[in-house]
């Protein structure tokens, strides 16, 4: 319940403060602030959960690098479903992904799991939609 509570909050702070617009590229600096909103609430209990390297994290929110690392991809899930972004099966809530990802549209999401469905591991399947999610949106 603190969780949900504190997720809505956060939600909503994102909400309030990422409104780009969609013909302004986007920024690491935009990426790196959501990411200090959204993300650090749940660091320590989702590397703590999936016994991921810290370096890995720290290579994630400073570079936003997606390291091959099996504890890194669950690490990724665990933010996912800690955000409520995925359904258990996976699949993104459009909605949520559309509402608080810097960038997001329809054409990416659709394309990012195009590209990530067919895999059956959920904690690679997130990592590879994040992949594409970075790289559609010229982070990587
Ligand atoms: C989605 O975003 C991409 C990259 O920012 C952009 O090229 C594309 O036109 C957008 N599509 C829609 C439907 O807005
Ligand atoms: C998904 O990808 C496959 C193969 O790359 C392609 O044939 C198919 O049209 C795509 N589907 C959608 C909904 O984009």
Not at 96 to 99: G, N, R
């Given at each position: 319940m603190k969780y949900l509570l504190l997720t809505c909050f956060l939600l909503a702070v994102a909400d309030a403060q990422l409104t780009v617009p969609p013909s302004n590229?986007?920024?690491?600096?935009?990426?790196?602030r959501l990411y200090n909103i959204m993300v650090a609430p749940f660091i320590s209990q989702c590397i703590c959960a999936t016994g991921v390297n810290p370096v890995f994290v720290d290579r994630f929110l400073t570079k936003f690098e997606f390291p091959n690392d099996a504890c890194f991809k669950c690490f990724l899930k665990c933010l996912a479903t800690s955000l409520s972004i995925?359904?258990?099966?996976?699949?993104?809530?459009v909605e949520?992904?559309?509402?608080i990802?810097?960038?997001a549209n329809a054409t990416m999401n659709t394309q990012c799991d195009n590209q990530s469905k067919d895999n059956l591991d959920l904690c690679e399947r997130i990592w590879l939609y994040g992949q594409c999610y970075a790289s559609f949106v010229g982070l990587a």
């Open positions: 590229p986007i920024t690491s600096s935009d990426v790196l995925t359904h258990p099966d996976g699949s993104m809530y949520t992904v559309l509402k990802i810097p960038s």
